[in-house]
């Protein structure tokens, strides 16, 4: 897998609507704060990553995946990030339909190597 840029996000998402699918699985696993997930930018790398990544927002993510759901296409979303868990009232106020499934909550940290450190699965 490669790091995603914003503008990435865009083209995947649009090109899913476009195609028909019957179900969008939305998959991320990387770093994260309160609130985003870190992607690269679409940019040639500096080595700096101040200048190299920057954050995509869950608000932003969540009515990428509310445009499958008004056309009646399901979502599960998967977010391996820290923070992760802050994703959850974004996809609700969104109202997107389908499932949500989170690494830690929304203050904490992720460790992958611990299977149940404080993830979070939510139904709308």
């Known amino acids: 897998p490669q790091p995603v840029s914003p503008e990435k996000i865009d083209e995947l998402t649009a090109a899913a609507l476009a195609k028909g699918c019957t179900r ?6 990387g ?20 200048q190299d990544f ?3 927002s869950y608000t932003t ?4 995946a509310k445009a499958f759901t008004d056309q009646g296409i399901p979502v599960t ?12 009232p974004e996809f609700h106020k969104a109202g997107v339909d389908g499932e949500i499934y989170t ?9 992958f190597h611990y299977p149940r450190q404080g993830g979070r699965v939510a139904r709308r």
């Open 103 to 111: 690494s830690s909550d929304a203050a904490s940290l992720t460790r």
């Open 54 to 56: 920057a954050g995509y």
């Open 24 to 29: 969008l699985y939305l998959v991320v696993i």
């Open 61 to 64: 993510l969540a009515s990428k």
């Open 77 to 88: 979303t998967i977010i391996m990030a820290c923070q992760s868990g802050s994703a959850i």
């Open 31 to 50: 770093h994260g704060r309160s609130g985003l997930f870190v992607v690269t930018k679409d940019t040639p790398p500096t080595g700096n990553p101040a």
